[in-house]
């Protein structure tokens, strides 16, 4: 089946740093990508869409120069953390869809952030 | 925008008895999918229902999805200790899927 690889798998980081999480999908090309937060116990909320070669799309509440994105190849995207803090602690989590719109979503395996 | 309700959003059931998760949409899908998460892990893909009214099965669980194609539940039948995990069903409207809050479900042996 397909594979979604995440780095880095957790990461402990200071108030005011930036932290990047990346996504690859392995044995397939992924057009779009996608980026959840998860709080404990909660649902998946999406946060972007990430977009190979374009800006990615946010979703409403969800600060772009916040939370930067960059879909640099069919494989590749990354999430980058600006200026962290401790309310940005959370679990990211990233997916990819092989065959596009409304398709099922490989994800990967996650990012347990916490911001001291 | 489109909404995904999801109960119940906890479920502690004893080994070997049967139990249902409902999930329903405020608008009519495309398709609705739904995921597993053990705890500590990712959602896994579980299956997708497309077509109004179908019904699919993956051993002891039983996914159905509505006529109308805004609602969908899934019965899991003697549940073991394996099932304890999140179940998430996803709807799938417009461009994106929108989750369901989950069911957290506990297995007392």
């Known amino acids: 089946g397909a594979v979604v690889s995440q780095h880095p798998s957790r990461v402990i980081c200071k108030s005011g740093t930036s932290v990047k999480i990346e996504c690859r999908s392995l044995?397939?090309?992924?057009?779009?990508m996608f980026w959840y937060r998860q709080f404990p116990k909660q649902s998946l909320m999406l946060m972007a869409t990430?977009?190979?070669?374009?800006?990615?799309?946010?979703e409403q509440g969800v600060e772009k120069d916040k939370f930067l994105i960059n879909h640099a190849s069919l494989t590749l995207s990354t999430l980058t953390v600006t200026s962290a803090h401790p309310e940005d602690s959370s679990f990211y989590i990233c997916?990819?869809?092989?065959?596009?719109?409304?398709?099922?979503?490989?994800f990967g395996n996650g990012t347990r952030l916490t911001v001291t | 925008g489109q909404q995904v309700m999801q109960i119940p959003q906890y479920q502690h059931v004893q080994e070997g008895e049967d139990f249902t998760t409902y999930c329903n949409s405020s608008?009519?899908?495309?398709?609705i999918q739904w995921y597993k998460q053990r705890p500590g892990g990712h959602p896994v893909f579980l299956i997708q229902?497309?077509?109004?009214?179908e019904v699919k099965k993956q051993k002891r669980l039983t996914f159905q999805f509505g006529e109308a194609k805004k609602n969908s539940s899934l019965h899991i039948t003697a549940t073991q200790t394996t099932d304890v995990g999140t179940y998430f069903c996803?709807?799938?409207?417009?461009?994106?899927?929108?989750f369901g809050a989950g069911t957290t479900v506990t297995v007392r042996a």
């Open positions: 996803a709807g799938s409207g417009d461009y994106k899927l929108s």
């Open positions: 990430s977009n190979e070669g374009s800006k990615a799309t946010y």
């Open positions: 608008t009519t899908l495309s398709n």
């Open positions: 997916s990819a869809s092989r065959t596009g719109k409304g398709s099922p979503l490989h």
């Open positions: 229902l497309v077509k109004s009214g």
């Open positions: 044995d397939f090309q992924a057009t779009t």
